[in-house]
Nanobody
Framework: QVRLVESGGGLVQAGGSLRLSCAAS????????MGWFRQGPGKEREFVAG????????SYADSVKGRFTISRGNARNTVYLQMNSLKAEDTAVYHC?????????????????WGQGTQVTVSS
């Protein structure tokens, strides 16, 4: 059974940091691009960051550039999102996704695989 499981969310003060993890199980994800998306209260879903299969290419939303870093574990079945200098507007449910290419991740259409999400709450 294919699963993406996110963890690492929680409550943090503005200016703080969190590290999200997304572990992929089932068929190998080593050749998949992966990404993070979020949906805040009353907001539409938005792309946050993406990374290609090798980890050599990344993409970020303008709103998180310079503050968030996406990376992959050595086995490439895990993706991380290091979030620094958090702001209240970063409050959202964060989901990870996996697709055949980074372009597909960024396009944010119908993702091949999608996780259930982890809540991030930033208090101001």
């Amino acid at each position: 059974q294919v699963r993406l499981v996110e963890s690492g969310g929680g409550l943090v003060q503005a200016g703080g940091s969190l590290r999200l993890s997304c572990a992929a199980s089932g068929p190998t994800f080593r050749n998949y691009a992966m990404g993070w998306f979020r949906q805040g209260p009353g907001k539409e879903r938005e792309f946050v960051a993406g990374i290609n299969w090798s980890g050599g290419s990344t993409s970020y939303a303008d709103s998180v550039k310079g503050r968030f870093t996406i990376s992959r574990g050595n086995a490439r079945n895990t993706v991380y999102l290091q979030m620094n200098s958090l702001k209240a507007e970063d409050t959202a449910v964060y989901h990870c996704a996996a697709d055949p290419s980074l372009d597909a991740v960024v396009a944010d259409s119908e993702h091949r695989y999608w996780g259930q999400g982890t809540q991030v709450t930033v208090s101001s």
